[in-house]
């Protein structure tokens, strides 16, 4: 079915800035609310964005609010996550997921309720 791939991840300076791509392919991205969340060693998994189909709302996890901004672009079947001002509690592993619109419970947060996952890109923040 459908395919996501991160990239964008790398080695950034505390205070720098980075930004994440997904890019779908098997299917069309204006069908699914996306979102973005990460995973530290040693941590459970964390929701740390999302968007709906039409990029109409937003919402995001406190610990990255107001520092990042998530946006999409249907045209080119791609979701971004543009990450400023980072810090060292930042570094982790960013997965992108696809929440179908058309049985979307917009429970963002729910990780059971996303259909699709990406392999993850490693973002490393130095102090």
């Known amino acids: 079915q459908v395919q996501l791939v991160e990239s964008g991840g790398g080695l950034v300076q505390a205070g720098g800035s980075l930004r994440l791509s997904c890019a779908a392919s098997?299917?069309?991205?204006?069908?699914?609310?996306m979102g973005w969340f990460r995973q530290a060693p040693g941590k459970e998994r964390e929701f740390v964005a999302y968007i709906t189909w039409s990029g109409g709302s937003t919402y995001y996890g406190d610990s990255v609010k107001g520092r990042s901004t998530i946006s999409r672009d249907n045209a080119k079947n791609s979701v971004y996550l543009q990450m400023n001002r980072l810090k060292f509690e930042d570094t982790a592993v960013y997965y992108c997921?696809?929440?179908?619109?058309?049985?979307?419970?917009?429970?963002?947060?729910?990780?059971?309720?996303?259909?699709?996952w990406g392999q993850g890109t490693q973002v490393t923040v130095s102090s």
């Open positions: 098997g299917g069309t991205l204006s069908s699914y609310n």
């Open positions: 997921a696809a929440d179908f619109k058309y049985n979307s419970r917009y429970r963002y947060l729910v990780q059971e309720d996303y259909n699709y």
